[in-house]
């Protein structure tokens, strides 16, 4: 994947576990910062850096043939991208389209000094927000009824 899309990767800041920055390396690419290892806890610190919003999209490639030490946090990773409304691609193609489409969008940011994305329903601001309105009131109420025994 790297290999292939190298230069649209150049366009973008890439961060990543340490094996995968060594990675990234080794192929000429400049990743800014650096998490230990994915098992060792480097999972989490990626999904911290997604819940602060420094991560717009997460490419998590996995044989889905083996099983892994550390798949309580690749799923972790996967549910935050869904609470936080983050590209998320665990395959080739799926990555390659959601690459090709943030690379499009960047282009179009360039040329055009605006930014570009999905389209939203309107009055829709935050999607993430949205995401998590729900939950909130949610919990919100629960705090209310604890409060009133």
Excluded: W
């Excluded at 892994?68 to 691609?89: F, G, K, W």
């Amino acid at each position: 994947f790297v290999k292939v899309n190298k230069e649209m990767l150049r366009d973008f800041q890439l961060t990543g576990t340490g094996t995968t920055c060594t990675m990234l390396r080794s192929e000429d690419l400049v990743p800014i910062g650096s998490t230990v290892s994915g098992p060792l806890g480097g999972d989490q610190q990626i999904g911290g850096m997604l819940v602060s919003g420094e991560v717009d999209a997460v490419f998590f490639f996995r044989d889905p043939f083996t099983s892994h030490a550390h798949i309580a946090d690749i799923e972790a990773l996967s549910r935050l991208s869904d609470c936080y409304q983050v590209y998320y691609a665990s395959n080739y193609r799926s990555a390659s389209a959601i690459l090709n489409f943030m690379h499009g969008n960047l282009q179009k940011r360039m040329a055009t000094g605006r930014r570009c994305s999905i389209l939203k329903p309107e009055g829709m601001g935050d999607l993430a927000e949205v995401v998590q309105s729900d939950y909130k009131s949610t919990r919100a109420a629960a705090l209310e009824k604890s409060k009133s025994r």
